[in-house]
């Protein structure tokens, strides 16, 4: 069964260092999406991304963050400046619509620690 | 008010009971419901989705009150399996399908 990939699993970065979180959406899948869950908390909406641009934007998601399609396979979550609390669990997902009913698929994650 | 509020648990229930887990929205503009499982530190992953009408797949039964704003979730027969965060997911009307997630259950079937 098709999956999406995310890379790396884990990121150790310094705080104030740039980071870019990397996905590989299913391949025919047309929307993408960040999520992120801080250890103990729930699941929280970072972005989505349809037709190479932004969809929807959640208040986490400042100018610290942006998101790219760089080519047609990859799809990037880029910290700019990383703080102490963007430390969290960051999941990229992707469907082929953009319909309820149509399942969101997770890819396994990218542990970020920012120390 | 939390969008979507869940009883965090712990339930512990011995392998083969029945266990329910309940979830209250509070915008009713939500359209879409559903119950995802999350394994420690893995990925959410749809469990089911959530009819108007209820709707069963083999253990899993899921229930919508629209009037009343709250989702159940019911396992019957539990296995030491089942034992993960059951997330409550909603989808507001408007909102380009973006999930919004409750903090989850946590369930632990023992033996």
């Known amino acids: 069964e098709p999956e999406v990939t995310q890379t790396p699993s884990h990121q150790v970065t310094q705080m104030g260092q740039e980071v870019i979180l990397r996905c590989v959406p299913i391949?025919?899948?047309?929307?993408f999406y960040w999520y992120r869950q801080i250890l103990g908390q729930k699941v929280e909406f970072l972005v989505s991304?349809?037709?190479?641009?932004?969809?929807?934007k959640s208040e986490i998601f400042d100018d610290q963050f942006s998101v790219e399609r760089p080519d047609g396979s990859n799809f990037t979550l880029k910290i700019r400046s990383t703080k102490l609390e963007d430390s969290a669990m960051y999941f990229c997902a992707s469907r082929s619509q953009g319909l309820d009913n149509s399942p969101l698929h997770f890819g396994n994650g990218t542990r970020l620690t920012v120390t | 008010r939390k969008e979507v509020e869940q009883d965090p648990g712990p339930f512990n229930v011995p392998e083969g009971a029945t266990v329910a887990f309940n979830c209250t929205y509070s915008n009713s503009a939500s359209q879409s419901f559903f119950w995802y499982r999350q394994d420690c530190r893995k990925e959410p992953k749809l469990l089911m989705s959530v009819y108007s009408s209820g709707n069963e797949d083999g253990r899993f039964t899921a229930q919508l009150n629209r009037a009343s704003q709250y989702i159940s979730l019911l396992i019957r027969d539990s296995k030491l399996s089942d034992s993960a965060t059951y997330l409550c997911?909603?989808?507001?009307?408007?909102?380009?399908?973006?999930?919004?997630f409750g903090t989850g259950t946590r369930l632990q079937v023992t033996l």
């Open positions: 997911v909603v989808i507001i009307t408007g909102t380009a399908s973006k999930l919004t």
């Open positions: 391949s025919n899948h047309l929307y």
């Open positions: 991304f349809y037709n190479n641009e932004i969809s929807e």
